[in-house]
């Protein structure tokens, strides 16, 4: 089977990552394994739970949602480009747990590591 | 989290990293150290030195790969492995190295 | 972990202080790097802005990070390329902060990176 | 070893397109998408069309109809429209992927 990673650095608001929805979706369709999509710059703003976009327009954070839900597909963001936009984990005082504060529950945050394994493993590494 | 250094406040963020790194000295560095509970000998000072001139040369904190490749030049084979390190910092010596030379702490995904 | 090392190129194409685009780059290449890699730098358009000497960034409060291009021999950085074409157009000469650059011709670049199996733009 | 080109940005405000087509080579295949579809009007266009003998260019039917772009004056054999679908089956029949934008 086929296999391909995905980078994406583009915010939720635009439609660009609605073009990378479109082409995770075919490519999963088509039967192709997407083994991780991995957010970067301003891409790992789509994982923010704050997000709120108006109900008349495409709602790119409820389409990342689906694909984790119904593909499993992995959805990782650059821990250190999510810190300098205000997303972060934190240790939770009474558990002493992790808990992703403000990212939503289907992204993970990951270390940039995480890209070059995805490289190593996929068939073909794409940039959207 | 604030050190107080010869009468002197200085700040560190949450993890005890000094915000400013120019305002180190070996003695802050000692503190630091005490404040962590961990005791720092010549074979720590040789690391923590090593790591903040790389710091002051290149302006980023060397990954532990590339700590142990520029270590190698300097102090030869058996003080460059990852294990030597390890053993001296057992938090992880790019971690813990940065912390005692002053320097911002790594960023996480590196 | 690591399964297989692949063939990476990094292609700058932006200039080094009004976007992160050349920082983000950077960060990449080091990691790519540091998990051995076969990891080259491309630097073409603005992006050769990136290897112009004596920058003060200091002056905008900006971080020199471009003082970490000295130090990609650390990080099993292999190649750095440059296009000369890009670097005419600025009127700039081959004279970079850092030390075993290559200049390529246009076509020489092009044929560099269609030898890459990944390619990631900045 | 061919690239698969993905033109995302329009050449009137970017420079994208012209570092493109310096990196382009025999049997690499050029794909204009997103804002890229505007390329069509440019004079850029002209450069891209004469290696169609060397390269397959491609155009993303939706996103062009998106922007009133109209291409039925351009030859299907220098240009193609495509669907997503097809764009993935491309991303397979090169060896690597380049993204202008």
Avoid at chain 2, 31 to 42: G, R, Y
Avoid at chain 2, 46 to 69: C, G, M
């Amino acid at each position: 089977m086929q296999t391909l990673a995905v980078m994406v650095t583009t915010p939720p608001h635009s439609n660009l990552t609605t073009t990378a929805i479109d082409y995770i979706e075919c490519a999963i369709q088509k039967g192709i394994k997407v083994i991780g999509v991995f957010f970067y710059q301003d891409g790992v703003l789509n994982a923010s739970s704050y997000l709120s976009l108006p109900n008349d327009e495409y709602q790119s954070i409820k389409q990342w949602q689906r694909l984790n839900k119904e593909y499993d597909l992995p959805l990782h963001i650059c821990v250190t480009a999510g810190e300098k936009r205000g997303l972060t984990d934190e240790i939770d005082d009474q558990t002493g747990k992790k808990t992703q504060t403000n990212i939503n529950d289907a992204f993970i945050l990951s270390g940039l590591g995480e890209l070059v394994e995805l490289s190593s493993k996929a068939d073909r590494v794409v940039q959207l | 989290m604030i050190l107080t250094y010869l009468g002197e406040k200085i700040g560190t963020d949450k993890q005890g990293y000094l915000l400013d790194f120019k305002q180190w000295n070996e003695e802050l560095a000692d503190l630091i150290a005490q404040n962590d509970q961990f005791e720092l000998t010549s074979a720590h000072w040789e690391v923590i030195h090593f790591v903040r001139s790389f710091y002051l040369q290149y302006n980023t904190s060397p990954a532990i790969r590339a700590l142990t490749k520029a270590m190698k030049a300097e102090f030869g084979e058996e003080k460059a492995s990852s294990r030597y390190l390890y053993r001296l910092f057992p938090e992880g010596p790019a971690k813990q190295a940065t912390k005692y030379a002053g320097l911002p702490k790594p960023a996480r995904c590196i | 972990m690591i399964n297989k090392k692949q063939s990476i190129a990094i292609l700058n194409s932006t200039a080094p202080f009004a976007s992160t685009n050349g920082k983000d780059a950077l960060d990449l290449a080091l990691i790519f790097g540091s998990y051995e890699q076969n990891t080259s730098l491309f630097f073409q358009g603005d992006g050769v802005y990136q290897l112009v000497k004596k920058q003060s960034p200091d002056k905008i409060s900006t971080k020199d990070y471009l003082k970490t291009f000295a130090a990609f021999e650390f990080y099993d950085i292999k190649h750095i390329y440059v296009c000369a074409a890009s670097l005419d157009q600025r009127a700039l000469s081959d004279d970079f902060h850092i030390d075993n650059v290559t200049v390529l011709t246009t076509s020489e670049f092009s044929k560099e990176l269609h030898a890459r199996k990944i390619i990631l733009r900045f | 070893m061919t690239i698969l080109h993905l033109i995302r940005s329009s050449a009137f405000s970017s420079n994208d397109l012209k570092q493109c087509i310096s990196n382009i080579e025999h049997y690499d295949n050029v794909v204009l998408l997103d804002d890229g579809c505007y390329n069509i009007n440019h004079p850029l266009m002209k450069q891209l069309q004469d290696k169609s003998s060397m390269i397959n260019l491609y155009i993303v039917k939706d996103h062009a109809q998106a922007r009133a772009v109209n291409f039925d004056d351009i030859s299907k054999e220098v240009l193609n429209s495509i669907t997503m679908t097809e764009l993935v089956a491309l991303t397979f029949s090169n060896d690597s992927v380049v993204t202008w934008q």
